[in-house]
């Protein structure tokens, strides 16, 4: 469901950034495994936001789910033409969750 990089530029801290693919519809299980992951995570090493690529729409899909941290995706799902019709410079579909257009 989802890969974990760790990004760090000069002397900034770590931000820690979790990738995830296809989701086919499944925001809600997304955002469970988020809380789940921050949960065990220590101090200092908690996911700071997430890119989802992919397949992440799929028909009569409600843009309900809020996230703990902020989420970014684009699309190629059963739904993507028309977010980018209703949205093409992207728009926030819930808390925490914004499409990038």
Not at 10 to 32: E, F, S
Request: glycine share 8%.
């Amino acid at each position: 469901l989802a890969q974990v990089f760790s990004v760090s530029f000069g002397v900034a801290p770590m931000v820690r950034i979790l990738i995830c693919g296809d989701l086919n519809g499944q925001l809600p299980t997304l955002a469970k495994h988020i809380r789940a992951l921050n949960a065990k995570a220590a101090e200092g090493q908690k996911f700071e936001a997430c890119i989802c690529v992919g397949a992440i729409s799929c028909e009569g899909l409600e843009f309900k789910t809020e996230f703990e941290i902020p989420t970014y995706f684009i699309d190629c799902g059963t739904e993507c033409q028309r977010l980018v019709a209703e949205a093409p410079q992207g728009d926030t579909m819930a808390p925490n969750l914004k499409f990038l257009g």
